[in-house]
C-alpha cells in the first residue's frame, strides 16, 4: 500500500472525507473492517456515485470476504491494487444503509423472542416468534439471502431473493455488527437498482 494516498475518517468527518475522495479518484481502497466498507458503500450510495471502484483490505477474515470470496491481509492488499472491479449486488435498507456483511434482526430485549411475520420475496420466513433472522448478501442475482438460526446459532433453511421484509411488534436492527439506535417495527433489506463495483 505504500505511494497510495491515504486518508483517514472517524464517524464525525467520514462524509468530508469520503465526498473528497470520490471527486478525485476512480478506485477506493478501504482498510479496517466491514463497518468501514458499508460506510464508504453508503457514502456512494448517497451521493450517487456507484461508478467508484471499491477495493477492500481486512487484516483478517470478516462474514463480507466470505460473501465475496476475497482474500484478507496482505493478500487483500494485492488484490485491492492490482484487481479489476466487478458488479456485484449492492444490499441496502430501508434506511439507506448498505449491508456488506450480516444484518440481524433482534428482540428488543435479549430475553424476548421477535414477535411478528417475516419474508424473502413471496416465500415465508417465520410467522410467530423466533429468536432471531439472519440477512447476508450474496455475491450473486437475486441478491441476499435470510434465514431463522436454530439452537446452535446455524441457519439450515435460507431463502434467497431480492428483499426480506420484517413486520414485528419491535425489532432492532443490526448491520454488520452496528446495532440501531431505535426500534423499528418494519423494516427491509433489498438490492438496490444499481451494483456497486467491487475488486478482485
Request: hydrophobic share 40%; net charge positive; no cysteine.
Amino acid at each position: 500500500m505504500r505511494g497510495l494516498t491515504t486518508v483517514s475518517a472517524d464517524d464525525e468527518t467520514v462524509t468530508a472525507t469520503i465526498d473528497a475522495a470520490i471527486g478525485r479518484y476512480r478506485r477506493l481502497v478501504i482498510v479496517g473492517g466491514d463497518p468501514d466498507l458499508a460506510r464508504v458503500l453508503t457514502r456512494l450510495l448517497r451521493a450517487d456515485r456507484l461508478d467508484v471502484e471499491v477495493g477492500y483490505v481486512p487484516p483478517r477474515r470478516t462474514p463480507a470476504t466470505g460473501v465475496y470470496r476475497l482474500p484478507a491481509g496482505r493478500r487483500a492488499a494485492r488484490r485491492a491494487q492490482r484487481g479489476v472491479a466487478g458488479q456485484v449486488p449492492l444490499i441496502r435498507d430501508d434506511a439507506g444503509t448498505a449491508l456488506v456483511g450480516v444484518g440481524r434482526w433482534l428482540p428488543v430485549d435479549g430475553t424476548e423472542l421477535l414477535r411478528g411475520e417475516g419474508i424473502v420475496d413471496d416465500t415465508a420466513l417465520f410467522d410467530g416468534e423466533v429468536a432471531e433472522v439472519r440477512i447476508e448478501p450474496i455475491a450473486h442475482a437475486p441478491g441476499l439471502r435470510a434465514g431463522v438460526p436454530g439452537r446452535r446459532g446455524r441457519v439450515r433453511r435460507w431463502a434467497s431473493g431480492r428483499a426480506a421484509q420484517l413486520g414485528t411488534t419491535g425489532a432492532l436492527v443490526v448491520r454488520d455488527g452496528i446495532y440501531s439506535t431505535r426500534t423499528v417495527k418494519r423494516s427491509t433489506f433489498y438490492r438496490h437498482i444499481e451494483d456497486w463495483l467491487l475488486v478482485r
